[in-house]
């Protein structure tokens, strides 16, 4: 590509020096974009019919919210030299309106306007009957005193009963067609100003003038950033069974409020931070700088900050989609994996006796994804949403697959915390602890099993006897046995350990026995 230009905004007198030739308007349309995390870049691509000599190209309809010195125009025919590139504002021309929905509104508002004034015209000539049918009705009849017949006058009245009747119904019903348009009316009314966030009258136009030496077709192609841009990943896991692996779909939430559509284009998303700087890069730089435009504020989209990856990663859209100008999030599919991965189940039975599916996925970074919400799936139900975070030192990714009822367990404690309980010189404080776990798939699963048992001081004059661990592993400092076996389909286990807790009968004072903890729960009050 030649004739790489990089955008300087000229002084007046270097442009009128230059002589501006004919003026060519044309409206590019957008090739491609990509989107970083928060900002956008837009490319361009347009063939362009020139003259000999110097003209001016005049590219229009593009976002008000350009980030400066960010244009970048050239052409792919060397012999036309690019002379000056201005970019500015145009608060002047209206900018067509590029959502056809928009559109479809305003015209269901002209329509219901219409119908609306209609429906006046045939009220206030109702109103006005219904007035003159009062007054008609004593001229008519002319009173009694006057010699009219009783019949003539039941005649009268029958007639002016039944047309009164007629106008009050019809009033009522244009009263009720009134009101059903005006709702109507307020809601497309309320819909143009949703759909209409960020779709800004006011539009960029990029002047390039060049000078080429004879007439012919010349393609440009031009790009710039916008900070009114920018995207954020959406995971979908599923988990399909302890012998599949896991099904992984990779998502992205893309929303634009650049004031411009970007319609049926090829979307690139990237997690390179193209605005940081216009210095060199540094290795050791901790700057990461928001990009800055015309306007700083997001509107309605709201930010927040994650670790990736020093990496940059790009990921090519294979379909081509339409982003409106609304700042709202569109979903994109970016790519989907199949992952092997580990299965195991978490079980904590005094806390919760049901088990916690843990997957463990190795190798996870080479899949360069970054920080999102995850959408969790069991074997086709959907468990919750967490959130992922997919920077780890740690080539092993551990993950939560959410409660699973296939698998669950019940814990008995049975305390002596009774002071008489003294045997020879000391007062003895027994548990015992009984717990059962039971498989109710048709799947072998591997269980990681955790209980706790109380901690004591070294220098506490308490004697401390932990029995039958001997598959567990214990962490004295804390106090925490963990059991790692597998449960065959349908299988039942047994868990049964003891222990004590010996006091002198000097300090039995100072001891205090352990206490049953008792937790809050909410009951029908019958």
Same mark, same amino acid.
């Given at each position: 590509?030649?004739?790489?230009?990089?955008?300087?905004?000229?002084?007046?007198?270097?442009?009128?020096?230059?002589?501006?030739?004919?003026?060519?308007?044309?409206? #590019? @349309? =957008?090739?491609?974009?990509?989107?970083?995390? %928060?900002?956008?870049?837009?490319?361009?691509? *347009? &063939?362009? !019919?020139?003259?000999?000599?110097?003209?001016?190209?005049?590219?229009?309809?593009?976002?008000?919210?350009?980030?400066?010195?960010?244009?970048?125009?050239?052409?792919?025919?060397?012999?036309?030299?690019?002379?000056?590139?201005?970019?500015?504002?145009?608060?002047?021309?209206?900018?067509?309106?590029?959502?056809?929905?928009?559109?479809?509104?305003?015209?269901?508002?002209?329509?219901?306007?219409?119908?609306?004034?209609?429906?006046?015209?045939?009220?206030?000539?109702?109103?006005?009957?219904?007035?003159?049918?009062?007054?008609?009705?004593?001229?008519?009849?002319?009173?009694?005193?006057?010699?009219?017949?009783? #019949? @003539? =006058?039941?005649?009268?009245?029958?007639?002016? %009963?039944?047309?009164?009747?007629?106008?009050? *119904? &019809?009033? !009522?019903?244009?009263?009720?067609?009134?009101?059903?348009?005006?709702?109507?009316?307020?809601?497309?009314?309320?819909?143009?100003?949703?759909?209409?966030?960020?779709?800004?009258?006011?539009?960029?136009?990029?002047?390039?003038?060049?000078?080429?030496?004879?007439?012919?077709?010349?393609?440009?192609?031009?790009?710039?950033?916008?900070?009114?841009?920018?995207?954020?990943?959406?995971?979908?896991?599923?988990?399909?069974?302890?012998?599949?692996?896991?099904?992984?779909?990779?998502?992205?939430?893309?929303?634009?409020?650049?004031?411009?559509?970007?319609?049926?284009?090829?979307?690139?998303?990237?997690?390179?931070?193209?605005?940081?700087?216009?210095?060199?890069?540094?290795?050791?730089?901790?700057?990461?700088?928001?990009?800055?435009?015309?306007?700083?504020?997001?509107?309605?989209?709201?930010?927040?900050?994650?670790?990736?990856?020093?990496?940059?990663?790009?990921?090519?859209?294979?379909?081509?989609?339409?982003?409106?100008?609304?700042?709202?999030?569109?979903?994109?599919?970016?790519?989907?994996?199949?992952?092997?991965?580990?299965?195991?189940?978490?079980?904590?039975?005094?806390?919760?006796?049901?088990?916690?599916?843990?997957?463990?996925?190795?190798?996870?970074?080479?899949?360069?994804?970054?920080?999102?919400?995850?959408?969790?799936?069991?074997?086709?139900?959907?468990?919750?949403?967490?959130?992922?975070?997919?920077?780890?030192?740690?080539?092993?990714?551990?993950?939560?697959?959410?409660?699973?009822?296939?698998?669950?367990?019940?814990?008995?404690?049975?305390?002596?915390?009774?002071?008489?309980?003294?045997?020879?010189?000391?007062?003895?404080?027994?548990?015992?602890?009984?717990?059962?776990?039971?498989?109710?798939?048709?799947?072998?699963?591997?269980?990681?099993?955790?209980?706790?048992?109380?901690?004591?001081?070294?220098?506490?004059?308490?004697?401390?006897?932990?029995?039958?661990?001997?598959?567990?592993?214990?962490?004295?400092?804390?106090?925490?046995?963990?059991?790692?076996?597998?449960?065959?389909?349908?299988?039942?286990?047994?868990?049964?350990?003891?222990?004590?807790?010996?006091?002198?009968?000097?300090?039995?004072?100072?001891?205090?026995?352990?206490?049953?903890?008792?937790?809050?729960?909410?009951?029908?009050?019958?």
């Amino acid at each position: 590509m030649k004739n790489l230009f990089s955008l300087t905004i000229a002084s007046a007198i270097a442009f009128n020096s230059f002589g501006q030739g004919k003026e060519i308007e044309i409206n #590019a @349309e =957008i090739k491609s974009v990509t989107i970083y995390n %928060s900002s956008a870049e837009i490319n361009y691509q *347009k &063939e362009v !019919f020139l003259p000999e000599g110097n003209s001016t190209i005049v590219f229009t309809n593009l976002s008000p919210f350009i980030v400066e010195n960010t244009v970048n125009i050239s052409t792919l025919d060397p012999s036309v030299d690019i002379i000056t590139v201005t970019e500015k504002i145009n608060y002047t021309k209206e900018r067509k309106e590029q959502n056809q929905k928009v559109g479809h509104l305003h015209d269901s508002i002209s329509n219901i306007k219409t119908e609306l004034g209609l429906l006046k015209c045939k009220v206030d000539a109702l109103k006005m009957e219904k007035d003159l049918l009062f007054r008609d009705k004593d001229e008519s009849i002319g009173g009694v005193s006057k010699g009219i017949a009783v #019949a @003539e =006058i039941e005649k009268a009245s029958v007639f002016f %009963s039944k047309r009164y009747y007629e106008i009050t *119904k &019809e009033l !009522f019903e244009s009263s009720e067609k009134e009101k059903g348009w005006t709702e109507n009316l307020n809601k497309y009314n309320s819909q143009i100003s949703e759909l209409s966030v960020n779709t800004l009258k006011a539009s960029s136009e990029i002047q390039v003038a060049v000078n080429n030496s004879s007439k012919k077709n010349v393609t440009f192609v031009f790009k710039f950033l916008t900070a009114k841009g920018g995207w954020a990943p959406v995971y979908d896991c599923k988990y399909l069974g302890a012998d599949s692996p896991l099904k992984f779909v990779f998502r992205a939430n893309v929303f634009n409020a650049s004031g411009t559509s970007w319609e049926n284009v090829d979307i690139t998303l990237s997690t390179a931070s193209p605005t940081s700087g216009f210095n060199a890069p540094s290795l050791n730089s901790k700057n990461n700088n928001r990009p800055s435009g015309h306007a700083q504020n997001e509107g309605s989209v709201q930010f927040r900050e994650v670790q990736v990856s020093n990496a940059i990663a790009e990921y090519s859209i294979k379909h081509k989609y339409t982003i409106p100008s609304d700042s709202k999030p569109y979903l994109i599919d970016v790519s989907s994996y199949s992952i092997n991965a580990s299965f195991s189940y978490l079980l904590i039975p005094k806390l919760d006796p049901f088990g916690f599916l843990m997957a463990k996925i190795p190798d996870w970074n080479k899949y360069n994804l970054i920080p999102g919400v995850t959408n969790i799936y069991n074997k086709g139900s959907f468990m919750g949403k967490t959130f992922l975070n997919t920077y780890s030192e740690n080539d092993t990714l551990s993950l939560y697959l959410g409660k699973d009822k296939n698998i669950q367990s019940i814990i008995k404690e049975v305390s002596s915390d009774n002071q008489k309980n003294i045997i020879g010189n000391y007062y003895v404080d027994k548990t015992i602890i009984n717990i059962s776990v039971k498989n109710n798939s048709a799947e072998k699963l591997n269980v990681q099993l955790i209980d706790q048992v109380p901690v004591f001081k070294e220098d506490e004059k308490v004697k401390f006897n932990l029995q039958n661990i001997d598959l567990a592993v214990y962490n004295k400092n804390e106090g925490i046995l963990i059991w790692n076996f597998s449960l065959a389909q349908k299988e039942n286990k047994a868990i049964d350990y003891k222990y004590e807790i010996k006091a002198q009968k000097n300090d039995i004072n100072d001891y205090k026995p352990m206490k049953k903890k008792f937790r809050m729960v909410t009951c029908p009050a019958f």
